[in-house]
């Protein structure tokens, strides 16, 4: 019978208000540059972070905001995603292309219902 190795449990360090504050800053700052540039689990992987560190200290976030954001990130990332599928069928690389392809309609449809909520 075979036995998976579990990853120890590594408990998180303890932040201080203003050092969870930072965090907050950072991680919004790092999702609106995700966001530009089309990297869509960057900017939802920043986006959580700054969610689950302001509610440790209270802060709240504009819906409205947030959407807005993922907005502009899930539409570029359909295109980054498009040019990424051309430039693999063009190398020959049909399953990367086919997965490119997938990701592109995914965030195409993300994008279209993000834009119902802004």
Same mark, same amino acid.
């Given at each position: 019978?075979?036995? @998976?190795?579990? +990853?120890?449990?590594?408990?998180?360090?303890?932040?201080?208000?203003?050092?969870?504050?930072?965090?907050?800053?950072?991680?919004?700052?790092?999702? +609106?540059?995700?966001?530009?540039?089309?990297?869509?689990? @960057?900017?939802?992987?920043?986006?959580?972070?700054?969610? +689950?560190?302001?509610?440790?200290? !209270?802060?709240? $976030?504009?819906?409205?905001?947030?959407?807005?954001?993922?907005?502009?990130?899930?539409?570029?990332?359909? +295109?980054?995603?498009?040019?990424?599928?051309?430039? $693999?069928? #063009?190398?020959?690389?049909?399953?990367?292309?086919?997965?490119?392809?997938?990701?592109?309609?995914?965030? !195409?449809?993300?994008?279209?219902?993000? #834009?119902?909520?802004?």
């Amino acid at each position: 019978m075979l036995f @998976g190795r579990k +990853k120890p449990i590594v408990p998180e360090p303890e932040l201080t208000r203003e050092e969870m504050n930072e965090l907050v800053e950072e991680s919004i700052k790092f999702a +609106k540059i995700y966001a530009i540039d089309g990297s869509v689990s @960057g900017m939802e992987m920043a986006l959580q972070d700054a969610i +689950k560190y302001g509610r440790k200290i !209270g802060r709240s $976030f504009d819906s409205t905001e947030i959407a807005k954001m993922k907005l502009i990130g899930y539409e570029r990332g359909e +295109k980054v995603m498009r040019e990424r599928e051309e430039e $693999f069928r #063009k190398a020959g690389k049909l399953n990367e292309a086919q997965n490119a392809l997938q990701l592109a309609e995914s965030y !195409g449809n993300e994008a279209r219902l993000l #834009k119902m909520t802004v």
